[in-house]
Structures are given as C-alpha cells and as structure tokens.
C-alpha cells in the first residue's frame, strides 16, 4: 500500500510550530510520567509517522501523543492495524493524563483572574511541554476575549508572562528559551489589549513596549506583528492617527506579513482605519482593495497563531464599515456590516456587540433614526450576563452624541437614553 502523509498530525505540528525533535521529547517526557521510564522516541519515528510510513504508533506513544497533544490517535491521523480498525481503550481519558502530565511538569502562576492549569511542583527540566501548556493557557485567555471581551484578564495574562520567563531561565535548549520568550510576548500583549478593551490606556502602552522587547527577545516577527497591531488599536482610541498609521506601517514590513498575505491582508486593513480617520480618504480605500487582496490569497484552512484567529472576512468587512463609515459613505458602511454579522462565528459574541454598535451608526449617519436606536439596542441582548467592555461603552456613547445631534427632536435621544439606562448601569 503507498504511503499517505499524515495531514493532520502535519497540521498540529505546524500550528503549534514545533519541530519534529521538540514532539519526540514531548512524548518521550509523558511517557515518562506515566511509567517512570522517559520514552525513546526519536526524531526519526517521528517522521515515519508524518510519512504515513507508521501509520499506529506503539501504545505508549500513543499514549504520550494524546497527553501532548489532547487529541485521540485517530483525530491526529493514526489508523488502527486490523480489519476492524478497533481503536484499543486507554486506561483513562487523555484529557486527564494531559492534565495530570502538565501538573506534574510545571506549575502556572496565571490562575489569577481565570481557572487556568494549576501544578503541584516546579520541573528541574524545562522543555516542549511547558511550551505546549503556557500555549493552551493563551489559547483559553483568547476564548475568553472572544465570548466576553478582553477586560478582566490583564493580571492572568501577566501572571502567565511571569512564568514564561521564569521557565526561560531554567530551559535547556535555545528553541526552547526563544518560544518561552514569544510566551511571554504573547501573554503581555493579551494584557495589554485587556486594558485597550476595558478603555484603560494608560497602562497599555507599557506592556505593548515589554511586549515588543519580548518578541526580539524570542526573534520572532508572528508576535512583533501582533504588538504593533494593537499600537495600531491604541492609537486610534486616543485619536493619535498618525501613530496608528506609523504603527500599521510598521506592522506590513514585518516578515511574517511579507510572506502570509493574512498577516498582510490585517495590516492593511488597520492602516486603512488610521488613515480614514486621518483624513486621507482616498488611501484609505486603496488600503482596504489591498487588504481585500491579499485576503483572497490566504488559506484560511491552514492553521495560524491563536491571536490572529479572529481575522477573517468577517472581520475585514467590519473594519471595512468602519472605514466606509468615516469617510462618508454610511450605506457601503452598513452593507459591510450586515457582511460582517453573516460571517462572523457564533463564538465571537463580544466582536458581534461591537459590530452590531457599528452598523447602528452607519444606520443614524444616513437618517434611519428609529431602525438606528433598535439595533443599538440589541447589544445590550447581545451582551446579556456579560459586563460591557470599556470600548464599546465609548462607542455606544459615540451613538448617543450622534443620536442627540442627528435626531429631529430632542425626546428621541432621551427617550433612547431612558430605555437603556438600566442594561447601561447594570452592564
């Protein structure tokens, strides 16, 4: 039978950016805690599993893959020897012995703000696990972000920076060190766009800095890009738009947008804003055909860093509204919107609230006073049981400065203001 590569197990490796040296350790040390005997898989096994040419590792490789990974031997791509293709059962749920090998390499000081992994004892080897449980760690901070907003998870996300660097001191390889390092980058600039979200700025600025150090540190352009994204962002809240544009720039010459057309794609779609609000409307547009471009070429299916997850069509039709929006064109703004709310995944609730805020300003700019106040109202339906994030109340109070000036009688403004004084307070 010809050999088949094994995709997905390709694609977890990939998405984890992990060498094929850095698994064979991973799993050699679960295989470890779980036998008392550290494993002897080697680089070259695995190859052979890439290969297709091992197609159902040993059960203790198994084993050891499932606690590194969380995923069964069947979803990375292995298949079962036999007719039957019966996959053997496990003693226990790999989840648990992912949980429990994790507890017993490392322990995380980011159970802060959030029920992050928790650990009994410090490891005398720092290695690829550590850097596959610090991952998941950003990873549950983003899905957090992305349900509720990134307000509230600042003293996690330094925490989790704290023992990155920890971690960095005792690690025994210079990979090792430098993905500790871009850990560290991550987790400060999740941070810093927790107080960018709650509409605390003062501080921001002081992390996106450590963070930018951080990412040189690691010599890694994946985290330098997302830094000088969110400088982009904190720029634009405090009106300084040439910086935002100066940041966006920075952003596109980055090596990792040179060669992803995502990345890319992202750095000009936040140019675009910068320079809208700058006032240069006519490179404004040409940024967003850029944008649209480059965004044509991604491979969407392919797997990317977690920070940038949240970038798609979705949110470049957004960004897209808000450009259109600024100058002047409110109905390309709101159609952008309604494309944006189509495509937007159900997880996002907190990027759908602030979407939904945004078409209802595109709605008031083009005189719909009455359709403008519903939708306005839906974020608070949207947010229900979550606090809104500092952001999006400025932006909601953006609305209501835009309703009392645009409205054809002042009872229109107070009476939407009364209507939602309460979710406003309550929220």
Known sequence: MAETRNEPLAAWLTGHQMSAVELADAVNDAIGEFTGRTGTTSERTVFRWLSGENRWPQERQRRGLEVVTGLTATALGFVPRGKSKTVPALPEDPDVHRRQFFSATAGTAAAVAIPLTTASARPSRV????VIRLRDD???????DAERGGHGLEQAALAGATEALGLQRKSTTQRVRQRLFALAADFTATAAWSLIDAGRLDGAGRHLDRALTLAGLAQDSEMAIQVWNLRAMLARQRRDYAEAVASSRAAQATVIARRSPLHSSLAHARTAVGL????????????????????????LAQPHATWIAFY????????TAIVRDVVGHPAEAEAASHRALATLPDSYRRNRAHTTARLALTQLHQGDVEQACATSGTVFTIMAGAPLPGRMRQLLGDFQRDLIARAP???IA????DQYRTEWSSS
């Open 409 to 411: 009688s002042a009872h």
């Open 414 to 417: 107070h009476e939407w203001t």
């Open 138 to 144: 950003v990873e549950r901070l983003v899905a957090l």
């Open 127 to 130: 290695g690829t696990s550590d």
């Open 276 to 299: 809208a609000h700058s006032g240069d409307n006519r490179a404004a547009i040409g940024c967003l055909g850029r944008a649209e471009d480059a965004l044509s070429k991604a491979d």
């Open 312 to 319: 798609g069509p979705a949110e470049l039709h957004s960004l």
